[in-house]
DNA sequence: AAGCGAGTAGCGGGTCTTGA
DNA sequence: TCAAGACCCGCTACTCGCTT
């Protein structure tokens, strides 16, 4: 049971959190004061902690333990934490019921850990779902570390948790560390292990699973109903065909189209409402729509598609480019928070066609473009080797583009390490290419970085019956001079143990190569290694080039080494 | 404001040659 | 035996205009 000390108003702290987007903002980082500033760093869409004031303030309350020789100790038992599920969802059935407005919620830290509302329960108005998560998720967050909330106040999109001064002040001052530590970590390792966020998972489900989507189609338009259990329309939305494309259209009251687009965000879509004359809009066009993935939205577009096809508003090819379009979802590839969109490009040459990829976001503001690059770059990818920038000035146009291939390797080397978004980056990438049809493509870059390690050169046997060549590899070994990857092959002829080694560089052309001196023996070897058939039997020099990295690189110990020099020095 | 696709300069991979 | 220059031409990175 937790005595909270009654203090009057004026003592209490409040923690001002904005509306969220994610769990980005709760780093360590300073509060930028600038809303520009804050936009820049965050989006406009991701949240926003105070967490300048939030630090001061635990400081301030350590400082106060040290100074009265008291050690900040870890609250004990808590009524509201762990917070029960049932708690949580006790909370939000309360936002939900509760009015928008200056009204408030108090939580209950007394005597039983059931959140008890006081005032505005009967008013009936709904919270949009992606503002109620949030609020159980800082409820849950600040009941977690022990530190009792006193109010919870939603103000349009602002949210704020009030807590008691001293008490926060002492409780945070113990937890700060450990937090601040969590949040980096999970933010790189995208581990929400913490129950905290498993918490979030079940409040979102629960969402979820508490609306209802149903279509009605009439003529060449459908309207899509967003219901609640009882069957009261939440928000609804038009889509019609404008003649060329989707098109999904709401316009009506204000609080009417934040809600709708609180739902479709909800859903995975990024929207906005806009003023016109009086009236707020929300839109979508064809990419936005099939970008939600909701199956129910997916099956209305897709009903929407089968009767303008029956009313030959558009063409067979039409119709199967729409359903193919719905069926492959966006090609947006996520990475590191970054949204790159994924292109295919064909092309007439001389010899044929060609197909490639690009991987490109386009920033229009030089704040958007500073937080993508900031945020790749603590990804662990390099500007310049990995992806390309350039920001946006003036009348210029700015953008990031992920290199290919190296880009990509990198990509697959941070998956391999085990790192979250890069296994979820590449999964959707290969997904995407799959539903796309340019899977070979995607394939293709990505190989020689699958292949890299994968392969024990030890054992493996040398042989040129032709000129009665047989031996054994014993290692493949990397050595570095002045930045330079000298490989050493040691193997086995006839019971000798030798070597041999060849150093890689890159020419004025820019190209990578070695150069190595061969005999029937090493030429044996070497066409072993790397798989070249047609170094078998050469004699004198042989010049390496990049294909052969690529070769090498698929053995133990050497490969992710060569493969970054070469990514490295192939982009200056 | 951002996405998409087409156009294009020039970079860099491959190969042959030359130099030490 | 190893390293590097020369040169060709396909492909990539970047630009631009139009669309969403």
């Known amino acids: 049971m937790l005595n909270l000390p009654n203090r009057p108003y004026h003592n209490r702290r409040d923690l001002v959190v904005h509306r969220a987007g994610g769990l980005h903002g709760l780093s360590a980082q300073p509060y930028p004061h600038s809303a520009h500033h804050r936009q820049a ?13 939030l630090q001061r303030l635990f400081h301030r309350g350590r400082q106060r333990c040290l100074s009265r020789g008291v050690t900040p100790r870890r609250p004990q038992h808590n009524p509201l934490s762990p917070i029960g599920a049932s708690t949580s969802y006790g909370l939000l059935s309360a936002f939900l019921r509760r009015r928008r407005g200056p ?58 948790i009030f807590f008691s001064r001293e008490y926060a002040a002492e409780a945070f001052a113990e937890a700060w560390d450990e937090l601040s530590w969590l949040w980096r970590f999970d933010r790189k390792q995208e581990l929400y292990a913490d129950h905290l966020f498993k918490k979030l998972q079940h409040v979102r489900e629960y969402v979820e699973k508490h609306m209802r989507i149903e279509h009605v189609i009439r003529g060449a338009k459908a309207t899509v109903y967003f219901k609640d259990v009882a069957g009261n329309e939440i928000a609804h939305i038009n889509i019609s065909w404008d003649g060329k494309s989707l098109h999904a259209a709401f316009g009506g009251a204000r609080k009417k189209a934040e809600r709708l687009v609180a739902i479709l965000n909800a859903l995975g879509a990024d929207v906005e409402a806009r003023e016109h004359g009086g009236t707020w809009y929300v839109q979508l066009y064809t990419g936005s729509i099939t970008a939600i993935r909701c199956p129910e939205l997916l099956e209305a577009v897709s009903a929407l598609a089968g009767e303008l096809y029956k009313s030959k508003k558009i063409a067979k090819e039409q119709r199967g480019r729409l359903l193919r379009e719905i069926e492959a979802g966006p090609n947006v590839v996520e990475v590191a928070g970054v949204e790159l969109n994924v292109n295919l490009k064909e092309e007439e040459i001389k010899s044929g066609a060609s197909k490639r990829l690009m991987i490109i976001y386009e920033p229009t503001s030089p704040e958007a473009f500073d937080a993508a690059v900031k945020a790749l770059k603590e990804a662990g990818f390099v500007e310049g080797v990995h992806f390309t ?19 990509l390797w990198k990509l697959e080397e941070l998956r391999r390490q085990g790192v979250k978004l890069a296994e979820r980056a590449v999964s959707r990438l290969e997904e995407m290419a799959k539903a796309r049809g340019f899977y070979d493509l995607v394939e293709e870059h990505l190989r020689p970085a699958k292949e890299v390690e994968t392969i024990d050169p030890r054992e493996m046997v040398a042989e040129d019956p032709e000129r009665g060549v047989k031996a054994v590899i014993r290692d493949v070994k990397v050595e570095w001079e002045n930045g330079r990857p000298r490989v050493e092959v040691e193997y086995e002829v006839n019971g000798d143990v030798k070597s041999l080694s060849f150093i890689w560089g890159v020419d004025k052309g820019g190209a990578v190569r070695a150069g190595v001196g ?10 072993t290694i790397t798989c070249d058939e047609k170094l078998k039997g050469k004699k004198g020099v042989a010049t390496l080039t990049a294909k052969h990295i690529f070769a090498l690189a698929k053995y133990k110990g050497v490969g992710w080494q060569l493969l970054r020099w070469y990514a490295e020095v192939m982009n200056m």
């Open 41 to 53: 760093l965050y989006g406009p869409k991701q949240l926003c902690v105070h967490v300048g004031r």
């Open 103 to 160: 009204a408030c919620c108090w939580l209950s830290c007394r005597d039983e850990p059931r959140p008890r509302r006081l005032r505005g329960e009967e008013r009936g108005e709904k919270l949009p779902p992606d503002v109620h998560d949030k609020i159980a998720l800082y409820t849950i967050m600040v009941a977690k570390y022990g530190i009792a909330a006193e109010k919870v106040n939603v103000v349009e999109d602002k949210m704020r």
């Open 389 to 407: 920038a350039k920001k946006p000035e003036k009348e210029e146009r700015g953008f990031i583009s992920l290199k290919v291939p190296s880009g």
């Open 518 to 527: 061969l005999n029937n023996e090493k030429a044996a070897v070497f066409s």
